[in-house]
């Protein structure tokens, strides 16, 4: 006989298209988790349902687990939440009960659990070792995690907030530089059964780095590898890292710590960035003081990029003008120094698909400790995205804000936020296109964002900062979809 695929479930994708795998161990095998539609009828051949089972990385502590270097004292909290129905809008939850827990990725009982939409369950991460989010039932669907840090005093001064993911094949990250001091980690988890070797290459300013280092690095069955970038380039002031998998999927983090001298001058993690497109969004990027935008081209082609900040009124020229032309295989950093302060999207445009990313600076002076920032592109929005935020589980004073962007047409925006509680209060919002505006959260536990209407492209970001005597630190938080729903599709017995 023939077998032609039409019904029995076979791959896992993220929500969105593009957004990545999801391992098909923590969800029914094979569901594609879109965006919103009404719910299909599932009960021939296949279609298109809510999830049931869902799962999200966690790398853990980035600054520990390298051989070779000491740990450093620093861990971290992860936080999860499934979005309130309030934000489902469309969305036939399953019947029964559901949980969401936060627990070692290797195995083992879980250290904190929740059985309620709004909500919020955290623990805190000591061990070199990464953790997994996992939702079940009635919880699976919306659900998004994070994991912070917040250290105010000594080297490792700094504030940090990452999402956790879903794992993928092919990603790139953008952070680093060649100063004295920089130093950065490149976390791989892999979450399936078996063994995954990874490519890893750094391109810069010349294109990319000559490095037998970083090939065939192998992550071991549910655990994680972490590779000093500094082994492939420790000069490279420009660096963008391609991960490449073979025989699984594994989720990648640039951990960037800037020890200058003996002052602190910050770390921030990065997580992969948009893939390569002729459009790209950096969805939320708070300028004040030194700042700029990280372009590389993945291809062997020239690109030329035109870049353009996004505010309430409508898209500004950059202080550089916003075009360069970017040889193929090489990164371009454009300074943003001089920008007005506020916080902007950035849009880039090119003729060739590129890869972006922004950063910014803390920093009043080089005689006192500072923090930075970077901030990935993201896909648009094509469900519902949100996040758990810092404040709460960090047990310090941490304000975030959301920054919403609209290109290429308006866009009407529900944001959805919960308190401690789980109660849930939102407000909606009219973006007109190519705009971005930015909403202070007060003091929410989540944030989660659904478009209402309109065909403009939505993005969005959170910004943490946390200020004392020594000045300000801060974080970004890009916003990406939450699984919802899958599409299945089967085994079809066809005569010969």
């Known amino acids: 006989m023939i077998v032609s695929v039409t019904g029995l479930v076979r791959t896992v994708l993220a929500a969105g298209a593009g957004a990545g795998l999801v391992y098909a161990a923590m969800q029914a095998p094979g569901a594609v988790a879109l965006g919103p539609s009404s719910n299909a009828d599932t009960s021939i051949e296949g279609g298109t349902t809510t999830v049931r089972s ?16 000491p740990d450093l004292p620093v861990g971290v909290t992860v936080s999860a939440a499934a979005a309130p129905e309030r934000a489902l809008t469309g969305l036939t939850l399953p019947r029964g009960g559901g949980a969401f827990s936060i627990g070692a990725l290797a195995g083992g009982s879980a250290v904190a659990k929740a059985e309620s939409r709004g909500v919020v369950a955290s623990a805190p991460l000591t061990r070199p070792e990464a953790a997994v989010v996992r939702g079940s039932q009635s919880l699976a669907p919306g659900l998004a995690a994070t994991q912070a840090w917040l250290v105010g005093t000594g080297d490792q001064r700094s504030l940090g907030v990452a999402a956790c993911g879903r794992p993928s094949a092919d990603s790139w990250l953008l952070a680093g530089a060649g100063a004295a001091g920089r130093q950065e980690r490149l976390v791989l988890t892999n979450p399936g059964d078996n063994p ?73 993690d990065v997580s992969a960035a948009a893939p390569p497109s002729r459009n790209q969004v950096v969805a939320a990027l708070p300028v004040n003081g030194v700042a700029g935008l990280r372009v590389v081209v993945p291809g062997d082609g020239e690109a030329v990029v035109q870049a353009r900040a996004l ?31 506020g916080t902007y999207a950035l849009q880039v445009r090119a003729d060739v698909p590129v890869v972006a990313a922004g950063v910014v600076q803390r920093r009043t002076s080089m005689t006192v400790p500072g923090d930075f920032a970077w901030s990935s592109s993201t896909p648009a929005i094509r469900g519902v995205a949100g996040a758990p935020l810092p404040g709460g589980s960090l047990g310090a004073p941490v304000a975030s804000a959301l920054t919403l962007a609209s290109t290429g047409a308006p866009a009407n925006v529900e944001v959805v936020t919960t308190d401690a509680a789980g109660t849930a209060s939102s407000r909606r919002l009219t973006l007109q296109a190519d705009t971005a505006t930015t909403v202070d959260l007060g003091g929410a536990a989540t944030v989660w964002v659904h478009r209402l209407a309109g065909t403009g492209e939505l993005r969005a970001g959170v910004v943490a900062t946390a200020t004392d005597a020594k000045g300000q630190l801060v974080s970004v938080l890009p916003l990406v979809d939450a699984a919802l729903r899958t599409t299945t599709v089967g085994l079809l017995e066809v005569p010969e």
């Open 54 to 69: 869902s799962a999200l990385v966690c790398p853990g502590p980035e600054l520990k687990g390298l051989p070779g270097l």
């Open 196 to 268: 995954v070797t990874v490519d890893v290459t750094l391109h810069g300013a010349k294109g990319p780095v000559a490095s037998p280092n970083g090939k065939g690095v192998v992550v071991p069955s549910k655990g994680r590898t972490t590779v000093l970038l500094d082994s492939i380039s420790g000069t490279e002031g420009s660096p963008a890292v391609h991960v490449v998998a073979e025989g699984g999927l594994v989720h990648a983090v640039v951990n960037d710590y800037w020890l200058d001298g003996s002052i602190s001058a910050g770390s921030d």
């Open 311 to 341: 505010t309430p009124t409508g898209p500004k020229a950059l202080p550089s003008g916003g075009v360069s032309r970017v040889p193929g295989g090489t990164v371009r950093d454009i300074s943003l120094t001089g920008m007005p302060a």
